[in-house]
């Protein structure tokens, strides 16, 4: 579907804090509660095979996805990681990197949770440009509010969309079990956990779009979204 797709794990000095609120003083906070201890970590480690060169260094509206990625997790977290190569991203932020490689979005999950300190980790996609922090701090507290889910996951736009969710470290295990068996499918795992959905219907109710899962695979995507951008602000200094 043309633009509406889905878009040894040692990180040392994991540093935990809150952050305040740019709309409050005080601590950041989960809607009415403080941010819980949470890990964000950016997946930057895939082949971008259809997009010809690395996605996370591609240029939206002037900006690298994973600058955009890295602001946006950072706006949530001074615990910010990214899945991937350490000598390609080592100079941008601490690296996990995958234990079984090349076994897809999975073994960066499950890297990205061996690594964790904590017991909340948003994982989000690097070429996710358009979900809004808003709805990462809503999928946290949907994980705060559900102790008993191994993980916060979004089914919409088509589909699941497990690189855009909140995961408890135990969910590791599961990731773990199903590598060594060779089973790479992130969906597979869902059917044997207790997962928290969040279904259109819930994502409407919110108040948020489809259009925050829309990720971008290919230049022809990317070429659209930066015009759809000019055009944006064109309107806007027009007003």
């Known amino acids: 579907m043309p633009f509406w797709g889905y878009a040894s794990s040692r990180v040392l000095g994991i540093a935990k804090r809150r952050w305040s609120s740019p709309l409050q003083s005080g601590r950041r906070r989960v809607y009415d509660r403080p941010m819980p201890d949470v890990t964000a970590f950016i997946l930057a480690g895939g082949k971008s095979t259809r ?30 990681r990214i899945v991937g190569d350490v000598a390609k991203f080592g100079k941008f932020a601490p690296v996990v990197e995958d234990i079984f490689q090349n076994c897809g979005p999975l073994g960066g999950i499950h890297a990205a949770l061996r690594a964790s300190a904590t017991e909340l980790n948003l994982i989000l996609a690097v070429d996710v440009p358009f979900v809004a922090g808003r709805f990462l701090s809503y999928m946290i507290e949907q994980a705060v509010n559900c102790s008993s889910a191994s993980a916060v996951v979004p089914r919409a736009a088509g589909g699941w969309q497990p690189l855009c969710a909140v995961y408890r470290r135990s969910f590791a295990e599961g990731a773990e079990t199903a590598l060594r068996a060779g089973h790479n499918k992130i969906d597979r ?5 207790e997962i928290r959905v ?30 759809a951008g000019v055009l944006v602000k064109s309107q806007t200094n027009s007003d």
């Open 189 to 193: 795992l869902f059917d044997s956990l």
């Open 198 to 227: 969040i279904d259109e219907d819930e994502l409407a109710r919110a108040g948020f779009s489809l259009d925050i899962f829309r990720n971008l695979n290919t230049p022809g995507e990317l070429e659209v979204a930066n015009t």
């Open 51 to 80: 997009m010809g060169v690395d996605k996370a260094f591609v240029q939206l509206d002037g900006r690298t996805l994973l600058a955009r990625a890295l602001e946006l997790a950072r706006g949530l977290t001074s615990a910010v």
